[in-house]
């Protein structure tokens, strides 16, 4: 009876327990069958499991799941028996080839081929597949071919091989027919045009590729809105939304929807220093806060403000410190505190530079301002990284600062590098003649930043041939160094008696001196040959010759503007002095130009230019004739090139000096339909002056001046320039014109 109740308490413990133990089991053997292409060994670092370990069911779905994951198998089978692991797999097939067949441009195709995820020579996975088709589709559209369709033939080949092919119908691209503004959008619809990248397609347009509906353009459209109305004191502007109506098989109109709600203005603005700061450091930027009070709230200004702080920041080495600005609105105003507080000092461990595989990495360590092992200043490293931009050698410029630890940083700068080459051409016609020219380029010769430029220019007048050669981190320092030789023949033997030709080398080197503050020095050397016709003057003929001059140049430019294309605000101060160094004739030159821009009221910009140049002998003697000084055209309108000032007989000779101011307001009101189209009305006056070898001269003083229309448009050929001008003083001998155009193109 003992026995019988022993045994029965056995059966009961094993019905208990048996089940659990059944699905628990010590590994002492992994075996793995059906692999031909992928090792054991790797599949069983998929399992993440080893020898000796006990293991469940649980344990076996997940190894499952596991080896599934790596995307290599299309069936996987998992058990354990007498403590054995076994894995029977089934490979997925590997894929020969991927093609990709339909889009005629290489480009598009190579770019498609770039983002697949399943290539050549990898396993063939469905999920990832299906995802590249999706892929594909996406890439299309940021390319504007919202119609396309992507069919796949899936070609099963020997050993568990297959082939991919992708039939792309690209289909055509989706123009934007209409861009549109609804709302209360305040600003018209030219203006907020002339904002977005977008543009409305026109068959002139061949050349962009900004007519087309682009998602990632749609999206850079809305924060340009944004920062627009923001500039403008609109603090709540909600861009509510963007969508693209399709109007019919190919073109689509696109919407903006805009609330600006109300404009705001700037109010009390303060500045909150660390005890240690000396207060005068900042006086003149709380007196700048004085003058905003009141004046309407721009982003733009605050930024302005923000770069500012940083700047003193810098100049007076406080490394550690950070800058940020609190905002309090209430009713339609703003209050501002601006706040500097000390920054955590973190070290530089590392800089690491990504994506150089043509340009050296000298050439981009030598833009930093920063270094590894100094203290991590983060004005510094945006500067570096601005500095990198501004070499204009590469697509992108990125950058991620990565905490190393809790005293130190890593840098990692990842730059995208372009096509280096350039081949353009041009031509150009007006009512000076025409014009043709013929460049290549290489932006960035044995991946040390140096830029090579071979170009050639013929005109009614002139015809040049320069090779330059500009070196922007000469010995790894901030100084740029450049060299040309150049030859240039000038044939003004109709019109002012003589004809030259010059031929030459020069050499110089630039650096910033300050911010916005860029200083030239260079040397010239030319070897020139004077000609004269038959009908020169006397002492025109006696200058006739050859001549060898060698000239010191130096340049102090000063650039304020806000941006160097399409210019609404700030100014730009430019002064030149070429000394003569070896020379026979030992003429000084001067030149300065001066321009300033201000919107006055919306899209409504003035721009204000003066120029003024003078050449004077040191020596008493005549100055040369190649040296003596013409006004273009475009500096006093109405008046042909080089037909204004002193004249010997019938020839236009030149003055000692010359000098013109410009006045010029865009009117986009004239034609607010009109897209890529600029208005201006425009009053010029200026002389050319001066007499040094003869007084009895035709000669004089007498300033003269223009007023007229010019209208800027870019056409299907290129940019068409046309002014309408009336001199409102002038003299006899002067030659005039009231119509001027040029047109041309480069491609």
Known sequence: ??????????????????????????????????????????????????????????????????????????????????????????????????????????????????????????????????????????????????????????????????????????????????????????????????????????????????????????????????????????????????????????????????????????????????????????????????????????????EKILDEIDKIILDKEYKTLESKVDENV????????????????????????YGNNITQENVIRNQLLIDEGDEFNSILTAKSINNIKALNIFKSVNSEVIDNDDKSKIIDITIEEKATGEIMAGAGVGTDGTSFSFAVKENNYLGRGIGLTSELTVSEETIKGQLRVKNPNYKNSDKSVNFNVQSLETDRLTDSGYKTNKTGFGFGTSFEYQDDVIIGIGQDSFYEKIETNSSASTRQKAQAGNYWDTFLNIDLDYDKRNQKYKTSDGFRSFYAVNFPVISENNSLTNTYIFSFFEELYQDNVTKLSFYAKSSTSLTNDDIKLSERIFLPSHRLRGFVSGGVGPKDGNDFIGGNYASSLNIQTSIPQLLPNIQNMDVSMFLDAGNVWGVDYDSSLSDTNKIRSSIGIGVDWFTLVGPLSVSFSHPISKVDTDRTETFKFNLGTTF
């Open 330 to 353: 209430y009713e339609d105003k703003i209050d501002l505190t601006f706040t500097i507080s000390e920054g955590k000092k973190y070290s530089i461990d590392r800089i690491n530079i």
């Open 1 to 302: 009876m003992k026995h019988f109740y022993k045994n029965i308490f056995l059966i009961l413990t094993f019905l208990v327990f048996v089940p659990k133990f059944s699905h628990s089991e010590i590994i002492k053997k992994i075996e793995i069958s059906g692999n031909e292409r992928i090792s054991s060994e790797t599949i069983k670092m998929f399992t993440k499991t080893n020898i000796g370990e006990n293991i469940n069911n649980k344990d076996l779905n997940e190894i499952l799941k596991r080896i599934y994951d790596s995307t290599f198998f299309e069936d996987v089978k998992v058990s354990i028996k007498e403590n054995i692991l076994k894995i029977v797999v089934l490979e997925n097939p590997l894929v020969e080839n991927v093609e990709i067949k339909g889009p005629k441009a290489k480009k598009i195709v190579e770019e498609l081929k770039k983002n697949l995820q399943v290539k050549a020579r990898t396993s063939y996975n469905e999920i990832s597949f299906l995802k590249d088709k999706k892929k594909i589709t996406e890439i299309l559209k940021q390319k504007g071919y919202f119609f396309s369709k992507v069919d796949v033939i899936v070609e099963n080949l020997s050993d568990n091989k297959v082939n991919l092919i992708y039939n792309v119908e690209t289909g055509d691209k989706a123009k934007i027919k209409k861009i549109s503004f609804i709302g209360d959008k305040i600003f018209k619809d030219r203006k907020l045009r002339s904002i977005i990248v977008s543009e409305e397609y026109k068959f002139w347009k061949f050349i962009s590729g900004k007519k087309y509906l682009n998602q990632n353009l749609i999206s850079l459209d809305e924060r340009l809105l944004k920062n627009f109305y923001l500039n403008k004191g609109f603090y709540n502007v909600k861009i509510n939304s963007s969508f693209a109506r399709l109007i019919n098989d190919t073109e689509f109109e696109l919407i903006y929807n805009i609330i600006p709600n109300k404009r705001y203005s700037f109010n009390q603005i303060s500045l909150n220093l660390p005890l240690d700061f000396e207060q005068k450091n900042f006086d003149d930027l709380n007196n700048f806060f004085g003058e905003l009070k009141g004046k309407q709230y721009s982003l733009f200004t605050i």
